[in-house]
């Protein structure tokens, strides 16, 4: 990221890799619960229409919380973490780990980027991440959508059942399913996010409004989940729709956005937008905050083993 002043020692790609990975998911680990209440209140309408209920099951982020630990107990607040943790060590040290060297690569090394640059660089990482982490996020979806009945009947028993489940009756396309709203989702989402943090801190450390430590990287990573929120949320309320519907109840992306409209009105591009924000902007403080110290941290300690061994070398 941005912000880095002379005498800084720049941290490796490999640490960028797995600093962003390893904070992802410390972040996922706290807000996972938000996120879970935000897929259930964005399904929310379609469950209703298909299954022919009128009245609102859920109300409000922490409504919709205490209803599903009323109903299915605590744990089902952590549905589909395993797959949550798996997709943040794939996705999140593939887009954000390696945006600074996509930075890197369309200015041909220099470090003068500028908005264009940036958001190229964002979308690139975003579309990349999809690619590999795509089948996690289709099961974590799954899993935070399934509701557990009064038989303790599940959808699917595990996170490694649910990718057999899906590949044997959907198809291996069936775990890439919404991966192109997933990709449009992800370059806005990286773009908003990354972006904004970036230029943010770089602003914030340019006029010298505070140094490069915690208060900076809160402030920074507060503005860049707003405005994720706000420009995503459309998008991922279609994504996770999509993700969750079954063969034969959306024919594309385009007719699930289609149907929301038809059926439930502009507003329904918006639900969950508060557990959105919260999820989202608790979500980005923990992880570029952790991110930053565990940047810090494994570029200090790689700096102390090299100085060791060129000594043990002498």
């Known amino acids: ?62 409504g919709t919380i205490t ?120 370059a806005i989402v990286n773009c908003a996010e990354l972006v904004t943090y970036d230029t943010i801190k770089e602003l914030i450390l340019k006029y010298d409004l505070m140094t490069d430590n915690l208060p900076c990287h809160f402030t920074a990573a507060f503005g860049a989940g707003f405005c994720t929120t706000v420009v995503a949320s459309p998008v991922d309320v279609v994504k996770t729709r999509f993700m969750n519907s079954g063969s034969g109840l959306y024919s594309s992306a385009v007719n699930c956005a289609l149907t929301m409209l038809r059926n439930e009105g502009p507003a329904a591009f918006y639900k969950g937008f508060v557990p959105s924000f919260l999820r989202l902007g608790s979500w980005n403080i923990v992880m570029f905050v952790t991110y930053e110290q565990i940047k810090r941290g494994m570029t200090r300690l790689v700096a102390l083993c090299s100085n060791f061994t060129a000594r043990s070398g002498r």
């Open 67 to 186: 209803t599903m630990v009323r109903t299915e107990g605590p744990r089902s607040l952590y549905n589909g973490l395993v797959a949550g943790l798996q997709r943040q060590m794939s996705f999140a040290s593939v887009r954000i780990g390696l945006y600074d060297s996509m930075k890197q690569f369309y200015t041909r090394g220099t470090e003068n980027a500028g908005i264009v640059t940036r958001l190229m660089a964002g979308c690139t990482t975003g579309a990349m991440a999809v690619a590999f982490a795509q089948p996690t996020d289709v099961v974590k979806v799954r899993f935070q959508a399934q509701v557990r009945q009064l038989d303790g009947e599940r959808r699917y028993n595990g996170t490694i059942d649910a990718y057999k489940t899906i590949a044997r009756d959907e198809g291996v396309r069936g775990l890439w399913r919404g991966c192109m709203p997933n990709i449009t989702r992800n």
């Open 1 to 62: 990221m941005g912000g880095m002043r002379a005498g800084d020692v720049m941290p490796s790609g490999t640490v960028k890799f797995f600093g962003a990975g390893t904070a992802a998911c410390i972040a996922d680990l706290i807000t996972f619960p938000l996120d879970t209440a935000k897929v259930r209140l964005q399904i929310q309408g379609e469950a209703q229409k298909a299954e022919g209920f009128t009245t609102v099951k859920y109300r409000g982020v922490f």
